[in-house]
């Protein structure tokens, strides 16, 4: 798929990993609509980017938001939908709480759902078209202290198999991108200081989105993991899960320290404060 002149819709864009990929798309020549609930943000991303843009501030999760999507994609006339929404939690289940359930679902799996629903539509008009559907490597390995958060890219694995399968006759190419730990405002700081003891590599979100839009230039689908050895260890979980069971066991002391440190949710694009904990959609 040729980049230049593409017109890409980027959710979640003023995200850690949204905006590093609108900034390697913008300088490739594309044409974005950055979606995003913080207009003061999505402007300054804008202004950062070489050519014409456009922006959207919307409440993804809401039905009036996926109203102002349809809307403003009718004129955008959108080829690719890359769906960056995502939010946070370093917890231990018996530490989280129903609002923690509902903002994590309807944030990381539900929105992400109904922005394709909307979207398919016009997708399905075009000559070619896309969605990327951006995961986690923890929706593949059930990890100690991420459990909402796993629940949920999981669902949004499981979704975007079955959207690939159900278009697979079309036009449209969808693929789910998996990273591991990325360095973005996602990650609390209780989070950054876990990987460093577990010895867990963190990527930069530039880096990740040079990946994105080479994927996305080369047509690819299906599912694409990142970084090693982590891709490595979705495909022994699925074997060997026991092989996994074992080592995270043996964690388990300091990913419960580490979670008794942590802050509430976590939205990539607009980072919560204590007092805000349930008001992240």
């Not at 990327?132 to 499981?158: E, H």
């Not at 990650?187 to 590599?201: C, D, P």
């Not at 530039?206 to 260890?233: H, M, S």
């Not at 074997?239 to 949710?265: E, H, S, W, Y």
């Amino acid at each position: 798929m040729e980049l230049k002149h593409l017109n890409v819709i980027i959710t979640g864009a003023s995200g850690g990993i949204g905006s590093a990929i609108a900034r390697a798309l913008a300088a490739k020549g594309a044409r974005l609509l950055l979606c995003g609930r913080d207009q003061a943000k999505l402007d300054a991303l804008k202004q950062s980017l070489a050519g014409e843009h456009h922006t959207l501030s919307a409440d993804l999760t809401s039905s009036g938001g996926q109203c102002q999507l349809r809307q403003a994609a009718g004129v955008f006339s959108p080829k690719v939908l890359i769906n960056c929404l995502g939010v946070n939690q370093l917890s231990m289940l018996e530490a989280s709480d129903t609002c923690d359930t509902r903002t994590m679902m309807a944030v990381n799996l539900e929105a992400p759902i109904n922005c394709c629903r909307t979207l398919l539509p016009l997708l399905k008009r075009q000559s070619e078209a896309a969605i990327i559907n951006v995961g986690s490597i923890l929706g593949s390995i059930g990890y100690p202290g991420s459990s909402l958060y796993c629940a949920s890219k999981f669902g949004l694995r499981g979704f975007t198999e079955v959207l690939e399968r159900e278009l697979a006759d079309s036009k449209i190419k969808v693929l789910y991108f998996a990273p591991r730990a990325t360095d973005t405002e996602l990650n609390t700081e209780s989070m950054r200081q876990l990987n460093s003891a577990l010895g867990n590599r963190q990527d930069s979100p530039e880096w990740v989105a040079d990946i994105l839009c080479r994927d996305l230039a080369d047509n690819r689908q299906g599912r694409r993991f990142i970084g090693w050895p982590e891709k490595l260890f979705v495909r022994i979980n699925a074997l060997l899960p026991g092989l996994v069971n074992n080592d995270t066991r043996k964690k388990l002391p300091l990913i419960r320290q580490f979670c008794q440190r942590a802050m509430p949710i976590q939205d990539t694009a607009n980072p919560i404060t204590e007092g805000e904990k349930h008001e992240a959609i």
